[in-house]
């Protein structure tokens, strides 16, 4: 007869993730144990091993359990109507507000996603591409210049850096809220996009001044003058 799950199955085994996710950003992967995991949780290594068979699992589940969060968090985002600019900047907002308390899980996905199994890497790197595909559909919408160019991965992926490793300075109360800084990163990318796009535009002079710091360059000069 199987063994009928308990009420609160779930709740203990998120309960284990996030602790294990804490011991594996500080301690590295290798060197945490499933003695260590269920020291941790104040479990027996006996009742662990009911949730998970082995330290791989635990990893696994990690990380398919934090992205999870991550894509449902940006794809409700998604669906809310508003003008390309706003949804851009939802999303940034919402991603930042999935980081709120996942360091761990985070610092855990960039370090050790590479140290499973190439099929269950491919699972996890699959709900990846989904994430930043949510996020160049709304930069293709919000910055016409770069639309579904060949610009549009390095500008979403020079998004996705501001955005993920604002964790190392970040610090809750002390400057900018998640809100502030999800405004700043979507428009650097917005207000700066069509001058950067032109800047890397075939043709253009490497080291060339943009057209528009030429033009002002030059007024200031005619004003200087007195033309």
């Not at 851009?88 to 360091?103: F, G, P």
């Not at 996603?113 to 699959?126: C, G, I, S, T, V």
């Not at 996020?135 to 979403?156: Q, Y």
């Not at 800047?199 to 943009?210: L, T």
């Amino acid at each position: 007869m199987a063994r009928t799950r308990a009420q609160d199955y779930d709740a203990k085994r998120l309960a284990i993730l996030h602790r294990a996710a804490e011991l594996f950003a500080q301690h590295g992967y290798s060197g945490t144990s499933i003695t260590m995991i269920a020291a941790a949780c104040g479990v027996s290594k006996a009742l662990l091993y009911h949730y998970y068979p082995d330290k791989e699992a635990v990893l696994f589940d990690i990380l398919s359990a934090h992205l999870q969060t991550l894509i449902t968090a940006v794809e409700a985002a998604a669906r809310i109507e508003a003008d390309p600019d706003t949804r851009l900047q939802s999303l940034a907002a919402a991603l930042l507000e999935a980081y709120r308390d996942a360091d761990a899980e985070h610092q855990v996905q960039i370090a050790n996603l590479k140290l499973l199994p190439a099929d269950k890497q491919e699972q996890l790197r699959a709900m990846e591409r989904v994430l930043v595909g949510v996020f160049s559909e709304a930069i293709a919408a919000a910055v016409p210049a770069v639309g579904h160019g060949p610009l549009l991965k390095p500008m979403t992926m020079s998004l996705f850096g501001m955005l993920n490793w604002h964790y190392l300075w970040f610090r809750p109360g002390k400057g900018l809220d998640r809100a502030d800084y999800a405004r700043l990163v979507t428009r650097l990318v917005t207000a700066g996009a069509a001058e950067a796009a032109a800047a890397v535009a075939p043709g253009a002079a490497s080291g060339a001044a943009p057209a528009s710091a030429v033009t002002a360059r030059t007024a200031r000069t005619r004003r200087a003058r007195g033309a």
